[in-house]
């Protein structure tokens, strides 16, 4: 996304709505300009594909919004960086059929807030494939409330015992 010649202070932009254009992928670090965003919508575009680092350094977005495009590809993990994710709308993207996390975080808060399950924060139901399910299973053992968010990690340098993490 070139916003350069915008004159506009991006480290200051909390939502960005670009909806009914001919975008037909999300590159890898397309929204890197943005270190403060909570909300993105790429809703009504063509997107087909959105590639793995797409939302890589987003750990404060809280609303992602890409209904009707025509996502037939999200590369496994896409979704991974998007800690504070709250509302995933996938709504009208007929050929999605899964998605595969490559992290526990987001199963985590996929559980929490029930991006795969029938709610008001998701407006589409993906199948997990096999392979998140049994990752999420396996990652899911260990609850991390006591450790701190550092940008797109988690800190548990101040836990003492890991059972307590």
Known sequence: LNVDSCGVDVS???????????IQ??????????PMLF??????????KIEKDAFSGLSLLSGLFLKENNISQIEDGAFDPLIELKILDLRGNLFLASY???????????????????GPAVYK???RSRQTEEYCKHQNTYP???????GDYLDCTTVEDFDDA
Do not use: G, Y
Request: net charge negative; charged share 20%.
């Open 100 to 118: 595969t996390t490559e992290s526990w975080q987001f199963c985590n808060i996929a559980d929490k807030f029930e991006l795969f399950e029938t």
């Open 125 to 127: 139901s993906l199948e």
């Open 12 to 22: 200051a932009v909390w939502a960005v709505e670009i909806d009914r254009q001919p």
């Open 25 to 34: 992928s999300l590159k890898n670090h397309a929204f890197q300009q943005f």
């Open 39 to 48: 909300q993105l919508s790429m809703s009504f575009n063509n997107i087909s």
């Open 144 to 150: 991390f409330e006591n450790c701190n968010k550092v």
